[in-house]
């Protein structure tokens, strides 16, 4: 199915700018114990699909580089945030990510699942990156920030995403940047099948 052509175009960064901002105003849950991870697991793992996604403290000099220091589920219901430094979520995450009834809605996923890899083994069943399927529809545009702009007529603001993500307590600005971030890929997810272009 074509994409419908008030879609097939680029969003200029003056467009951008007059979108009205979005952020995620529903529950999130910040994982931090295993009695949360539990309820976590009983919530992500009766989904047919979440958004997903990973923040990383960023590196500043030549050669530096982190593991992901936090990773962002979002369900119909709630978004969780999994602090993977400070609680072993490998058990939840794994299973989710080689559930195949469960599509994992991601951009970049692929960058995301090879840093994970590195901090526990899993075989990723049902991970779907929304950029490829942008580009496969002829949009050469397919970041999330420009995919949310385009397909859901909103701006996500991007000024928390050099913050150090490993910090023991997150700001409540990191917890709305990250929760917008999974929830802006489930919703993509939502609007893309609408489009039938899945």
Not at 5 to 13: E, F, V
Not at 54 to 73: D, I, Y
Request: proline content about 6%.
């Amino acid at each position: 199915m074509p994409l419908p052509p008030q879609y097939l175009r680029q969003i200029s960064r003056e467009e951008m700018n007059t979108l009205p901002i979005r952020r995620y105003e529903g529950k999130v849950h910040l994982v931090e114990s295993a009695d949360m991870l539990a309820r976590a697991a009983e919530d992500i793992l009766r989904e047919s699909a979440v958004g997903f996604d990973t923040e990383t403290r960023p590196a500043f000099r030549k050669g530096e580089s982190h593991l992901p220091a936090l990773a962002q589920v979002a369900t119909a219901r709630a978004v969780y945030l999994f602090p993977l430094q400070r609680l072993d979520c490998s058990g939840l995450l794994g299973q989710l990510l080689g559930e195949p009834r469960i599509v994992n809605a991601g951009v970049a996923l692929a960058d995301d699942l090879r840093q994970l890899r590195q901090l526990f083994p899993f075989e990723a069943a049902a991970a779907l990156d929304l950029g490829h399927v942008a580009r496969r529809h002829g949009l050469k545009q397919t970041g999330l920030r420009n995919l949310t702009g385009i397909f859901l007529g909103t701006r996500i603001p991007k000024g928390t995403k050099t913050t150090n993500w490993a910090v023991r307590r997150l700001t409540p600005q990191q917890v709305t940047y990250a929760a917008t971030d999974a929830w802006a890929c489930r919703e993509l997810y939502l609007r893309f099948a609408e489009l039938g272009l899945l």
